[in-house]
């Protein structure tokens, strides 16, 4: 089992930043690729960025040149800074965890970002 808690979600206005953080915990392999996919009322959960343990990162065309992912391998946590937020960056943003070696994908619990215009 895998445990992740998200941190750092809040309201903000439009043009500000915040910074998300996710720590992981549990039976964690070496080999993971951690993300942060988020979902807005009506709306399907969407990736937002992803990031290997060896740090190869992907983005969604929404958030390029505005977000950006990192993680610490040491203290197992990802972290998302999010800059030059818009009102349709409002959404729950859940930290994803995934292995190859067990083939499923372990979820946070969510944080709200609200971004007001």
């Known amino acids: 089992q895998v445990q992740l808690v998200e941190s750092g979600g809040g309201l903000v206005q439009a043009g500000g930043s915040l910074r998300l953080s996710c720590a992981a915990s549990?039976?964690?392999?070496?080999?993971?690729?951690m993300g942060w996919y988020r979902q807005a009322p009506g709306n399907q959960r969407e990736l937002v960025a992803t990031i290997t343990s060896g740090g190869t990162t992907n983005y969604a065309d929404s958030v390029k040149g505005r977000f950006t992912i990192s993680r610490d391998n040491v203290k197992n946590t990802v972290y998302l800074q999010m800059n030059s937020l818009k009102p349709e960056d409002t959404a729950v943003y859940y930290c994803?965890?995934?292995?190859?070696?067990?083939?499923?994908?372990?979820w946070g619990q969510g944080t709200q970002v609200t971004v007001s215009s």
């Open positions: 549990g039976r964690l392999a070496s080999i993971n690729t």
């Open positions: 994803n965890y995934y292995s190859g070696s067990v083939r499923r994908p372990y």
